[in-house]
């Protein structure tokens, strides 16, 4: 083992033997036997109806998964902060799914009250991805309308936000409503099936874990003359902390939720971290850090090593390795193990992506009167993204206890296009970042 390799050896464990016991780590792990008042489908019909909260592409390809999960799915209402958004999202999907797209003119919806007129519409499930700020008020509120809900990771930008999520995810069991939450992984045969072997102790014990995510910078969209300073961050929100979060928020939060799953998700002890910007320093990057380094370390002594860059014309790698006594485990596209018991995941020759795999599991536990509820995770892993940028951005070590007991939120009092975002550009157009030893949260 002396080189850091994905090895290509025949498997030598049995495939079959844990295919059976997969579900007991899987996203569909949730799903209850408890029948659904509202019953699986819209007023007794053999139809669900489903809204989209946020068109742009991530929002668009929700709704595509979703549709994806079975022709008795119908997208019905739409909303966007930006109302060509949601149009042109609407065309694009009708193209794709003719038959599956039924939004009425008059329930395409946008502006800061456009994800409450969807709420208001005759919808049994809604979608959520919009600008990551709101997820955890709009998960509240859908709860609150009684909805079944998917919501896009990030599950919170902070620690009052992500307790929001938690909160809104215990009431939904209450109603009985499913929670489904975009952290894909977790419904990658492959992961599902490589978690289950190191839970079962195919590398003997943990060690220590790797996270990777680099590569190039995420979305970016230009600055347009007509826009407002306000109008420019919910354009280009990716790259606003207060909006998206960076890295460990938005792209390295898939890598640290495989890592904590590997852990039978528990919180660590600590963490501390280092981050900057280097290279990304012009406007259209707004205030993010453009590489981060976090090491956090759980009560047993294991170690994970997160790492992230959003540097252009770089390496580029998004796994996660986990490092036993007895051997090691990788966990890119094609997941496999070396050591004592070598074994590499074998796709199906019609394999289900994981976007789609976790909108039939969320449909399909509809259908069939249960529950699914993935409120445990997207909570503790949102806490630990949020931990990573704390520490990166303070430059000091934090304690599970003081992650807890922090107050900072991103909230703002109200919300319009007349609000001054709570970042602003220097004389030079240059977004201030915040400064290790000297940046404090509450």
Same mark, same amino acid.
């Given at each position: 083992?002396?080189? &850091?390799?994905?090895?290509?050896?025949?498997?030598?464990?049995?495939?079959?033997?844990?295919?059976?016991?997969?579900?007991?780590v899987?996203?569909?792990?949730?799903?209850g036997?408890?029948?659904l008042a509202?019953?699986?489908? +819209?007023? @007794?019909s053999?139809? =669900?109806?489903?809204?989209l909260?946020?068109?742009g592409?991530?929002?668009? /390809?929700?709704?595509?998964?979703?549709?994806?999960?079975?022709?008795?799915i119908r997208?019905? +209402?739409m909303?966007?902060?930006?109302e *060509?958004?949601?149009?042109?999202?609407?065309?694009r999907?009708?193209?794709?799914?003719?038959?599956?797209?039924?939004?009425? !003119?008059?329930?395409?919806?946008? /502006?800061?009250?456009g994800?409450?007129?969807?709420?208001?519409s005759?919808?049994?499930?809604?979608?959520?991805?919009?600008?990551?700020?709101f997820?955890?008020a709009y998960?509240t509120?859908?709860?609150?309308a009684?909805k079944? $809900?998917?919501?896009?990771k990030?599950?919170?930008?902070?620690?009052?936000g +992500?307790?929001?999520?938690k909160?809104?995810?215990?009431e939904?069991?209450k109603?009985n409503?499913?929670?489904?939450?975009g952290?894909?992984?977790?419904?990658?045969k492959?992961?599902?099936?490589?978690?289950?072997r190191i839970q079962d102790?195919?590398?003997?014990?943990?060690?220590?874990m790797?996270?990777?995510r680099?590569g190039?910078p995420y979305?970016?969209?230009?600055r347009?003359? !007509?826009?407002?300073?306000v109008?420019?961050?919910f354009?280009?929100?990716y790259?606003?902390?207060?909006?998206?979060g960076?890295a460990p %928020?938005?792209t390295?939060i898939?890598q640290?939720?495989?890592?904590?799953?590997?852990m039978r998700? $528990?919180a660590p002890?600590?963490a501390?971290?280092?981050g900057?910007?280097?290279?990304c320093?012009?406007?259209?990057y707004? *205030?993010?850090?453009?590489?981060?380094?976090?090491?956090?370390e759980?009560a047993?002594?294991?170690?994970?090593?997160?790492?992230s860059?959003?540097?252009p /014309?770089?390496?580029?790698?998004a796994?996660?390795?986990?490092?036993?006594?007895k051997?090691r485990a990788?966990?890119?596209?094609?997941?496999?193990?070396?050591?004592?018991k070598?074994?590499?995941y074998?796709k199906?020759?019609?394999?289900?992506s994981?976007?789609?795999?976790?909108?039939v599991?969320?449909?399909?536990a509809i259908?069939?009167?249960? %529950?699914?509820?993935?409120?445990?995770?997207?909570?503790?892993? %949102?806490?630990?993204?949020?931990? @990573?940028?704390?520490?990166?951005?303070? /430059?000091?070590q934090?304690?599970?206890?003081?992650?807890?007991a922090?107050?900072?939120? &991103?909230?703002?009092? !109200? #919300?319009?296009? *007349?609000?001054?975002?709570p970042?602003?550009p220097?004389?030079?157009?240059?977004?201030?970042?915040?400064?290790?030893? =000297?940046?404090? #949260?509450?």
């Amino acid at each position: 083992m002396s080189e &850091f390799h994905v090895p290509r050896r025949p498997a030598t464990a049995s495939r079959r033997e844990f295919l059976g016991r997969s579900a007991s780590v899987a996203g569909l792990a949730a799903i209850g036997s408890l029948s659904l008042a509202r019953g699986a489908h +819209a007023a @007794g019909s053999d139809v =669900i109806k489903i809204g989209l909260i946020g068109c742009g592409g991530r929002g668009s /390809g929700a709704a595509v998964n979703a549709m994806n999960a079975g022709p008795d799915i119908r997208l019905v +209402a739409m909303a966007d902060l930006f109302e *060509d958004r949601a149009r042109g999202s609407l065309e694009r999907l009708k193209k794709l799914k003719p038959d599956q797209v039924q939004v009425a !003119e008059d329930h395409v919806f946008s /502006g800061f009250d456009g994800y409450k007129k969807v709420l208001a519409s005759d919808i049994d499930v809604v979608l959520i991805a919009c600008a990551s700020h709101f997820h955890p008020a709009y998960l509240t509120a859908a709860v609150e309308a009684g909805k079944h $809900v998917f919501c896009e990771k990030p599950n919170g930008l902070d620690v009052p936000g +992500a307790n929001m999520t938690k909160a809104a995810a215990e009431e939904a069991k209450k109603r009985n409503l499913c929670v489904v939450s975009g952290l894909c992984w977790r419904y990658d045969k492959g992961v599902q099936e490589t978690i289950q072997r190191i839970q079962d102790g195919q590398i003997g014990d943990i060690i220590a874990m790797q996270a990777t995510r680099v590569g190039g910078p995420y979305v970016l969209r230009e600055r347009q003359p !007509e826009w407002t300073e306000v109008q420019y961050q919910f354009q280009n929100w990716y790259h606003f902390d207060w909006l998206a979060g960076s890295a460990p %928020t938005q792209t390295l939060i898939h890598q640290i939720d495989k890592a904590s799953w590997a852990m039978r998700d $528990v919180a660590p002890a600590t963490a501390w971290g280092l981050g900057g910007r280097q290279v990304c320093t012009e406007p259209k990057y707004g *205030d993010l850090y453009d590489h981060q380094s976090i090491v956090y370390e759980y009560a047993n002594g294991v170690r994970l090593y997160a790492f992230s860059r959003n540097i252009p /014309g770089c390496f580029g790698e998004a796994t996660t390795v986990v490092l036993g006594s007895k051997g090691r485990a990788f966990m890119p596209s094609r997941p496999a193990i070396e050591g004592e018991k070598p074994w590499q995941y074998e796709k199906p020759e019609k394999p289900v992506s994981m976007t789609d795999a976790e909108h039939v599991a969320l449909f399909d536990a509809i259908r069939a009167g249960k %529950t699914i509820n993935n409120g445990h995770y997207m909570y503790l892993t %949102t806490m630990l993204a949020t931990m @990573g940028e704390m520490v990166c951005d303070t /430059g000091q070590q934090m304690t599970w206890e003081q992650l807890l007991a922090s107050t900072h939120s &991103f909230s703002l009092p !109200e #919300y319009n296009w *007349d609000i001054t975002p709570p970042v602003q550009p220097g004389p030079d157009g240059i977004y201030p970042t915040p400064m290790p030893g =000297i940046m404090k #949260y509450a």
